[in-house]
């Protein structure tokens, strides 16, 4: 079973800068498309960024674009720097991952593997 194992969460105030590491475990073949994804209490998860396979292609969703980056360090490692992070940015940051090409890449109906989750808090 493929695992994906995050990090970086943290507490952090407006306007600073952090950056979640994902990486999947386990009987990986192949390369993976990797997307975050957050979910803030009650609300409906939300799609964040994803890279493609070979992380030449990347997509935002517009509140992120110029302040997320989001890249493969490594055939199947992703990180998500963040910058300039607002208080609207706090929430569970999950990793997810799927061995089908882009596709509907901010469905998150799509992706077969997902992380536990890790805490992101913006707060003054």
């Known amino acids: 079973q493929v695992q994906l194992r995050e990090s970086g969460g943290a507490l952090v105030a407006p306007g600073a800068s952090l950056r979640l590491s994902c990486e999947a475990l386990g009987p990986v073949r192949g390369r993976l498309t990797m997307a975050w994804f957050r979910r803030d209490g009650v609300k409906a998860r939300q799609w964040v960024a994803t890279?493609?396979?070979?992380?030449?292609?990347t997509y935002y969703r517009d509140s992120v674009k110029g302040r997320f980056t989001i890249s493969k360090i490594a055939e199947n490692t992703v990180h998500l720097e963040m910058n300039d992070l607002k208080l609207e940015d706090t929430a569970v940051y999950y990793c997810?991952?799927?061995?089908?090409?882009?596709?509907?890449?901010?469905?998150?109906?799509?992706?077969?593997?997902w992380g536990q989750g890790t805490q992101v808090t913006v707060s003054s």
């Open positions: 890279v493609g396979k070979t992380g030449a292609t």
């Open positions: 997810a991952a799927k061995t089908a090409v882009l596709g509907e890449y901010a469905d998150s109906s799509t992706y077969s593997f």
